[in-house]
């Protein structure tokens, strides 16, 4: 399996995210971006609605850079505009820099056993707001069990509003000979001082145009809070390296 590719795409979404994700997940892989190489995920259009708001997201831009073997940096910016019948509307923008680390060498990087690697990074203060600057910090774990590769991810933050935020995810990717191959997510948040819970399911498919290009498409239900909502996403993966003189 090849390493994460850059991920330009229209995604539809509700949870915020600790670290940046391997689309079409919320959680992410055990694998970096090679040294040389930018990824750009790109979401022009995220779009929430609940009961009491409705959440814009234009546009989404995450850029991953390969720095040195192993090493990959992360830049996270979401711009947001929040319409509400009893408030006006109000814009955000939300950023954050994170590094990604590989640890342990495994089947991402065409070894045997488990990858494992590590993301951790600061998020800025959000403009026309009151926040603060917050922290993250990821354990990630790739391995390949039978016909599958399962990704497990566990995190631990400080959000902007300086509560604590615990994260757990589970990809399992079918590995076939087919283009076309079945993912699944679950994910598991909790937030210390609002006590907010929310657990997530996820069925979708990617489909690996190239070895350079792939799209995918899933669809998600939360549970938040005794609630449901539901999500569905689609984008574009595309992959290069920087030019080299």
């Known amino acids: 399996m090849c390493a994460k590719r850059i991920r330009l795409g229209f995604v539809l979404l509700v949870a915020p995210h600790v670290a940046p994700a391997y689309r079409p997940f919320d959680s992410t892989d055990a694998a970096v971006a090679s040294p040389k190489e930018i990824e750009i995920e790109f979401g022009p259009v995220a779009y929430t609605d609940s009961r009491h708001a409705s959440i814009t997201d234009a546009p989404v831009v995450t850029v991953n850079v390969g720095l040195v073997d192993g090493w990959e940096a992360v830049i996270d910016a979401a711009r947001t505009i929040t319409r509400s019948s009893f408030e006006r509307d109000t814009e955000t923008v939300e950023t954050a820099l994170m590094l990604k680390r590989v640890l342990r060498d495994g089947v991402l990087q065409e070894q045997a056993g488990w990858s494992i690697a590590t993301e951790f990074g600061v998020l800025f203060p959000t403009s026309h707001s009151d926040d603060d600057y917050g922290a993250s910090w990821a354990l990630i774990g790739s391995q390949a069990v039978g016909r599958t590769v399962v990704h497990v991810n566990a995190a631990l933050a400080q959000n902007r509003d300086g509560n604590t935020e615990l994260f757990t995810g589970l990809i399992v990717e079918a590995m076939t000979s087919e283009p076309v191959r079945p993912v699944v997510e679950l994910t598991f948040e909790y937030e210390r001082g609002t006590e907010t819970r929310s657990a997530g399911a996820l069925v979708g498919a990617i489909w690996e145009r190239s070895d350079n290009l792939s799209f995918d498409i899933a669809a998600r239900a939360v ?23």
């Open 223 to 245: 549970r938040e809070d005794h609630e449901w909502s539901y999500e569905g996403r689609i984008g574009v993966t595309w992959a290069f390296a920087m030019a080299r003189k």
